[in-house]
């Protein structure tokens, strides 16, 4: 292992601690741990060491991800939303805006993505937020829901529509006319700081859209959802290694019929899918990342089977996770029982199955021979 990787999976272990069941039952990560761990450029350390990142490529990133996954997928999701702020930030602002803005993600401010309503998901051609141009300002008006690190945030990216295309907004949380409204009682990730954001004429300077209004819409998407779903995809490996390692554990400690469980040929089974659906998510993201540290034009392709095949198998995987310690495992806060709900909901977020199943059968069409 490299040793800046090894050095940042110290640190992140150091933080986390024994707490993530106790964040999990609360609901929240302490504040001051999330700024911390912003300030050691952990929430987005593939930003360049320039910008006061960790410099790490795709690969290294998405190791480090999975890491942070395996001890608490509520941390790993704010990683993720401050990962995606950071890319949507190198990826459309201009040179003066990502030595701004870049800065300030690494040194402990907190960021969130808003780009999903009501009517509008995956598909956001039909988003209703908009921004208009008035005079050296921007109006801003609109409703974002379950805007993971919302709660967190002192900056939120939204995404609109406007004249000639879209556009990608840098919204302080504290501006008037912003609400931030926490979820109540999220299915998963209790403690990523999932909120639903309202945007009543909020009005800023033109400077803070990201490289300029007009924007076409599928570069805005493509910019921050493939962060998004590497970095899903890669949490998702960290469940499977979380649910793994407990259930191997729990398997040879525990006795029934007079022999520990792992000598249970149908207990045995559920060990060695556990291991098969790790490794298999594993080589998925290792694959997607590889494709993006070399510019690959199969990056969104990659990128969407990874977070397809990862956040699948880490949803069976947990099950069967659940299975194994039976008991021993369905208690708020257990490791498994956490896994058990995180992963379903990655089944939803950055793309839902069915999403990711259209996307990849229209690459089979498209590239059949």
């Known amino acids: 292992m490299p040793e800046k990787l090894a050095e940042a999976n110290a640190v992140v272990e150091e933080l ?18 999330l700024r911390k761990a912003g300030g050691l450029g952990l929430l987005c350390a593939q930003v360049g060491t320039e910008h006061g990142g960790r410099g790490f490529g ?47 993600l690494t040194g402990g401010e907190l960021a969130a993505v808003g780009f999903s309503e009501t009517d509008a998901g995956s598909d956001l051609s039909t988003m209703a937020t908009t921004l208009e141009t008035d005079g050296d300002e921007v109006v801003l008006d609109g409703h974002k829901v379950w805007v993971t690190g919302a709660h967190y945030a002192d900056l939120l990216i939204v995404f ?52 300029g209004p007009g924007l076409p819409l599928p570069l805005l998407v493509t910019a921050a959802l493939a962060y998004g779903r590497i970095s899903v995809a890669w949490g998702c490996v960290g469940i499977l290694r ?11 400690s525990r006795t029934q019929s007079g022999k520990p469980l792992t000598g249970h040929q149908l207990v045995q089974r559920h060990l060695a899918e556990l291991y098969v659906s790790e ?42 996770a659940v299975q194994v310690l039976a008991s021993a495992g369905s208690r708020d806060g257990h490791v498994v029982a956490r896994a058990y709900r995180d992963a379903k909901l990655m089944e939803i977020i950055e793309g839902s199955n069915e999403i990711c199943q259209l996307l990849l059968a229209e690459h089979a069409v498209a590239t059949a021979q």
Do not use: Y
């Not at 986390?16 to 741990?33: F, Q, S, T, Y």
């Not at 529509?161 to 009682?185: F, H, I, L, N, W």
């Not at 979380?242 to 040879?252: E, G, L, M, P």
């Not at 590889?290 to 990659?302: H, K, R």
């Open 16 to 33: 986390v601690g024994d707490r993530a069941g106790e964040w999990d039952l609360a609901g929240e990560i302490p504040g001051d741990l």
């Open 58 to 104: 795709s690969r290294e990133n998405g190791e480090f991800t999975a890491h942070a996954g395996s001890l608490c997928s509520s941390l790993r999701s704010v990683m993720t939303s401050q990962g995606m702020a950071a890319w949507t930030i190198q990826r459309l602002g201009t040179p003066g805006q990502s030595a701004a803005l870049l800065p300030r």
């Open 279 to 320: 490794q298999v998510a594993a080589q998925a993201c290792a694959h997607a990342s590889a494709c993006w540290d070399e510019g690959s034009p199969d990056v969104v392709v990659a990128t969407v089977l990874a977070k397809h095949v990862s956040a699948g198998n880490a949803a069976k995987g947990a099950s069967s």
């Open 242 to 252: 979380a649910c793994r390692n407990a259930a191997a554990r729990h398997a040879a």
């Open 160 to 211: 609109a529509k406007c004249e000639g295309g879209a556009a990608a907004v840098v919204v302080p949380a504290s501006a008037p006319g912003v609400r931030v409204e926490r979820v109540a009682d999220p299915m998963g990730c209790r403690a990523a700081g999932h909120a639903h954001v309202r945007l009543d004429g909020v009005r800023l300077p033109a400077s803070s859209v990201l490289g």
